[in-house]
């Protein structure tokens, strides 16, 4: 089988082209389970298949967690499956039109290595959901991207002072994670305002169960949620995660925040062939 490995702002994925391996629905989560394993296989944050699109897309695209479960998108994953788009030929113009489980998601070429996507529009929008979690109650935003909703919840936490306090804080990202007051669990953020529209973030990801790197729709989600508080413009605005920065810009309608775009940087770190002697579709 044949992969290629990318990574944006360090989180990190393989992705097959689906219409040469020709997985089936069942067979993808237990090759993602596999492959995604570090030190035992190739090792990412997620596995996308790319394949032919069921409507006006360019392509389709299915995104699986390391634990093999099925996510509604990725930001950081789509802007590396629309600069693959690009690289292989499947971009009809100047932007790419990707159909992923959660909606169309549109993305253009900004240089050669950073690329600028349109998240799936917000659905849900709450600038105070308060979750108890460890015996205490935290003021998280919570919103959902797309539909099915990416859910996304959102601590402004003054402790956190960069890559090295994520440590620190595994026990309560995975408290909020599981939060009663998210139905289907939320990824958790915790962020914290340095600056005119420049925050540091880390977010504990639901399928990773850990921090990542980075992530491309909790950089959108926390933008939006922190501009429904005045706490940034929603205008170019830095989200400095451990594995790199990204941009965010927001779409309004007066007070209304209709549409998130995510920009940064990507990076194709190889191309092969699997060989994991001990890698099985059943």
């Known amino acids: 089988m044949r992969f290629t490995k990318m990574q944006g702002a360090g989180n990190d994925f393989i992705i097959i082209d689906n219409t040469a391996e020709k997985l089936t629905a069942e067979q993808m989560p237990l090759a993602a389970k596999r492959l995604c394993a570090r030190r035992t296989s190739i090792g990412a944050d997620g596995m996308m298949f790319v394949d032919k699109p069921s409507g006006d897309g360019d392509f389709s ?37 990707v159909e992923t489980t959660a909606g169309m998601v549109v993305g253009e070429r900004i240089s050669r290595r950073e690329y600028r996507i349109r998240l799936n529009d917000p659905t849900v929008l709450e600038a105070h959901r308060p979750v108890t979690a460890l015996g205490e109650v935290w003021d998280t935003a919570y919103a959902e991207l797309g539909n099915p909703g990416l859910p996304h919840a959102v601590l402004v936490y003054d402790g956190y002072a960069g890559p090295e306090a994520c440590g620190g804080l595994r026990q309560l990202g995975s408290a909020i994670r599981h939060g009663s007051v998210f139905p289907k669990g939320a990824n958790a953020s915790f962020v914290r305002v340095v600056g005119e529209d420049d925050v540091l973030a880390a977010t504990f990801e639901r399928g990773v169960e850990d ?67 001990e890698f099985t579709l059943c």
């Not at 501009?227 to 309608?253: C, E, T, W």
Request: proline residues 2%; aromatic residues 6%; glycine residues 18%.
């Open 211 to 277: 921090f990542t790197l980075a992530c491309g729709t909790g950089a959108g989600s926390i933008t939006a949620l922190l501009a429904m508080r005045g706490l940034v413009s929603g205008n170019h605005v830095r989200i400095r995660m451990p594995g790199g920065d990204l941009y965010v810009d927001l779409i309004r309608d007066g007070e209304d925040i209709t549409g998130i775009y995510l920009t940064g940087p990507t990076n194709i770190v190889a191309e092969g062939e699997i060989l994991d002697e």
């Open 61 to 97: 695209m299915r995104f699986y967690n390391l634990d093999g479960s099925l996510g509604e998108m990725c930001g950081n994953g789509a802007r590396c499956i629309a600069r693959y788009g690009f690289e292989k030929g499947l971009a009809k113009g100047n932007a790419v039109r």
